[in-house]
């Protein structure tokens, strides 16, 4: 496919255009206390999120046969009934691609003696983006539109897995690797003339994703671009606000999280901006 050789050079690209630049110094600086609390709460919150999403119940008959396309979103829908295991099987290309930017990143010099930095920015931004994720996908009761397909047996259409359409989860994850990848490679390399293509492509993979997801029945539109701006702004704000020369915007630690019935007790991190 097109789109996916068009992303193979771009990564090829990003891999060599540093190895003739001389080595820089990091732009970001981490800290193994609040790193650390930063990536416990994100890793216990995906946690407890998944546990709220693996108790969701089914839909019920009644529900299912009171469910009007009238009752959605003008701007949704369209979509309401699309389905097709293709377009979801298509769209884990792009998903795991996304993966492959950032690591691809550490074969650059500059940034392969940050190797380890900017590994724990990318577990910390993946962690925020999923923690956000599965406790919105795990509280929130929305039908994904293949529900709305009446052609599709029952058994799959009331299943619990098809009632967490908001938000998008493979959009956002996705959106998050991809603008990571694009945020790093223009602070290390604030000069490279491959910035607009960089971050055009960081914009276009998880496009396509939160496309085929639509296409496939699993998210509507809105989904997506709830999804896809979560995932973005985790994966350029979390490198932004390591950044040294970030230093009107602190990260200090808290107290715990509590959400009815279930219960996280943790320390967590807050964002003080100093004006």
């Not at 960089?198 to 994703?209: K, Q």
């Amino acid at each position: 496919m097109l789109k996916n050789k068009i992303l193979l050079v771009v990564i090829c690209l990003i891999t060599f255009s540093g190895f003739s630049q001389e080595k820089k110094e990091s732009p970001y600086k981490t800290d193994f206390v609040k790193d650390g609390i930063w990536i416990t709460s994100a890793v216990g919150l995906n946690v407890l999120g998944v546990k709220i999403i693996q108790e969701k119940d089914a839909l019920s008959l009644t529900d299912l046969n009171n469910l009007s396309k009238d009752d959605i979103w003008g701007v949704d829908r369209w979509a309401a009934g699309y389905y097709s295991e293709q377009a979801n099987s298509d769209s884990y290309i792009p998903f795991y691609a996304s993966f492959v930017m950032p690591f691809a990143l550490l074969l650059n010099e500059n940034e392969r003696g940050n190797a380890g930095q900017i590994s724990v920015l990318f577990v910390e931004t993946m962690a925020t983006t999923g923690a956000l994720f599965t406790i919105t996908a795990g509280l929130v009761e929305k039908s994904r539109p293949l529900v709305y397909n009446e052609s599709l047996e029952t058994e799959k259409r009331i299943d619990s897995d098809e009632q967490r359409s908001f938000f998008a989860g493979h959009t956002a994850a996705t959106a998050a690797a991809s603008f990571f990848a694009a945020k790093v490679f223009n602070d290390f390399n604030p000069d490279s003339p491959l910035k607009p293509l960089v971050w055009g492509i960081a914009a276009v993979v998880p496009a396509s994703v939160g496309y085929m997801r639509v296409k496939a029945g699993k998210h509507f539109l809105t989904d997506n671009l709830i999804g896809y701006g979560i995932g973005a702004a985790a994966g350029i704000l979390i490198p932004e606000l390591h950044k040294k020369t970030n230093k009107n915007l602190q990260i200090y630690p808290t107290t715990a999280f509590n959400q009815g019935e279930y219960n996280f007790s943790s320390q967590g991190l807050a964002l003080n901006y100093k004006f």
